[in-house]
């Protein structure tokens, strides 16, 4: 309970952090951060988000495992012998979470960063798709020495990356927010939707189903952002959400 209020109240000082820098810095309203659309629209952008990450991230595991990537490692539902009741309230709570971080850090990324340097669409997209992966190289106060952490942390980088720019094609194409929380959240239930590697799969394995997963989160990303240059135009011109 107390970690979720922590989610809770993280998510809430980051939309009050990014709608002080909007209205205070840049003197726009918080219609800009591109939260505020109707209630079906915002619903029908999320499960977007959320099918497409969770397809991609399935596609990856399977043809990893497939391929043999993942030598030395089974796939099978990590609930398997779960009560329905622990499935669902653990689907519930993994959810909540993955939406109060999406909707904290895309709302910066997306929401205040991506409008702000729009004029410059190809920095603002390589900017917002990158750089919040890079934080992971910074350290974390106990969890063991940094080169640890940085070993780690760099098989996924491709990974992340692929999804960040998923997340800003999302943003961008559906004019919102929410398709890039739905993306953030899919990610998060996908131990609860597809089978997950069980094992030890190499450092190679690893940085290869990485790879694959960047590279469909990026395909992705390329088919949503195969928008005319109207569209374009605008996006440099007035953001990329509807005000």
């Known amino acids: 309970?107390?970690?979720?209020?922590?989610?809770?109240?993280?998510?809430?000082?980051?939309?009050?952090?990014?709608?002080?820098?909007?209205?205070?810095?840049?003197?726009?309203?918080?219609?800009?951060?591109?939260?505020?659309?109707?209630?079906?629209?915002?619903?029908?952008?999320?499960?977007?988000?959320?099918?497409?990450?969770?397809?991609?991230?399935?596609?990856?595991?399977?043809?990893?495992?497939?391929?043999?990537?993942?030598?030395?490692?089974?796939?099978?539902?990590?609930?398997?012998?779960?009560?329905?009741?622990?499935?669902?309230?653990?689907?519930?709570y993994a959810a909540l979470v993955s939406i109060l971080i999406g909707v904290g850090g895309n709302t910066l990324w997306c929401g205040y960063v991506l409008r702000s340097i729009s004029a410059r669409p190809l920095v603002?997209?390589?900017?917002?798709?990158?750089?919040?992966?890079?934080?992971?190289?910074?350290?974390?106060?106990?969890?063991?020495?940094?080169?640890?952490?940085?070993?780690?942390?760099l098989p996924s980088l491709p990974a992340e990356v692929g999804v960040g720019l998923a997340i800003v094609a999302f943003a961008i194409v559906f004019r919102s927010v929410w398709a890039a929380v739905g993306v953030t959240v899919g990610r998060s239930l996908i131990t609860y939707a597809i089978p997950v590697p069980v094992g030890s799969p190499s450092n190679a394995g690893t940085l290869s189903v990485s790879v694959l997963t960047g590279v469909l989160f990026i395909i992705a990303a390329l088919i949503a952002l195969r928008m005319g240059r109207r569209r374009w135009r605008q996006f440099a011109e007035t953001g990329p959400f509807d005000v």
Not at 17 to 33: E, G, I, K, M, Q
Not at 127 to 139: E, N, Q, R, T
């Open 1 to 92: 309970m107390l970690q979720t209020f922590g989610y809770l109240a993280t998510a809430a000082l980051g939309v009050l952090a990014t709608w002080l820098l909007v209205r205070f810095v840049d003197h726009r309203s918080f219609r800009d951060l591109g939260l505020n659309s109707g209630w079906r629209r915002r619903l029908g952008d999320a499960l977007i988000g959320v099918v497409v990450a969770l397809a991609a991230s399935a596609l990856a595991i399977l043809i990893g495992h497939g391929l043999g990537f993942m030598a030395g490692t089974e796939l099978e539902w990590i609930y398997r012998d779960a009560p329905a009741s622990q499935i669902i309230s653990g689907v519930t």
């Open 124 to 153: 603002a997209v390589v900017v917002v798709a990158v750089v919040p992966s890079l934080v992971g190289v910074i350290p974390r106060p106990g969890q063991g020495m940094y080169s640890m952490q940085l070993a780690s942390w």
